[in-house]
């Protein structure tokens, strides 16, 4: 499927009334939803990897849940390819950015983020990052503590020190959105450097928010 009408089209004929009641149980908004489980809108999107990046904004703009979850599923497709280019790359970045104001989900954000955002920015300069950090919102600052996570999983100890800076400027939000992302990323980072990770306990530790705290200091897995 190399068309956005073409997975409209697929989305729709596995929409159902069941899906569409569990759907609404974590999507907060008042957005028109299909009904179709994730397994579905991920294997759709996987079989449009291809599409061109004008056809996948037209699903990034789309009123309906699904067709933008595809969009940015296949965005983080199309960000994990092997022969990708940093041109490419940084078209990628560009679009998930000018389109943040559709991605209103928190799937959204962690499904695409640390490829998309995280991976373009790995030997760039992050100044982006701090930016959504001070948005009003809170999908974009979860986008800026969600990003980092491919510097954790995939760089070096050296390149996480803007994640803890990032976690820094967030440690009083008190939207679930954004705290406990900040204690995901914080906990990965302390696998690349655990004097760090102390440090800013030992630092910060007394006043952080308590799911920020504790997805902190819960025992990682391996990165």
């Known amino acids: ?12 004929a596995h929409a159902s009334a069941d899906e569409q009641v569990k759907i609404r149980r974590h999507f907060p908004h ?30 990034l703009i789309r009123p309906e849940y699904e067709a933008r979850l595809c969009g940015v599923c296949i965005l983080d497709f199309k960000a994990r390819s092997a022969r990708i280019t940093e041109n490419t790359r940084h078209e990628l970045y560009m679009k998930y950015l000018q389109r ?37 919102n809170p999908y974009e600052r979860r986008t800026a503590i969600t990003a980092p996570l491919y510097w954790a999983r995939y760089g070096t100890a050296d390149q996480v020190g803007d994640l803890f800076a990032l976690a820094e400027v967030l ?3 008190t939207d679930p959105l954004v705290s406990k992302p900040v204690g995901i990323a914080l906990k990965y980072a302390g696998l690349l450097d655990p004097p760090a990770l102390t440090k800013f306990m030992t630092t910060h530790g007394a006043w952080m928010q308590r799911a920020t705290l504790r997805y902190a200091t819960e025992k990682p897995t391996a990165r």
């Open 1 to 12: 499927m190399d068309t956005a009408g073409a997975v409209l089209t697929t989305l729709r």
């Open 30 to 59: 008042d957005d028109p939803v299909i009904g179709v489980r994730m397994k579905t809108t991920f294997d759709t999107a996987k079989s449009s990897v291809s599409m061109p990046l004008n056809e996948v904004d037209a699903l």
């Open 100 to 136: 943040h104001d559709g991605i209103n989900s928190w799937d959204m954000v962690d499904r695409a983020a640390p490829r998309v955002i995280g991976r373009f920015l790995l030997d760039k300069p992050r100044d982006p990052l701090f930016t959504l950090a001070r948005s009003s």
């Open 171 to 173: 440690l009083s939000d």
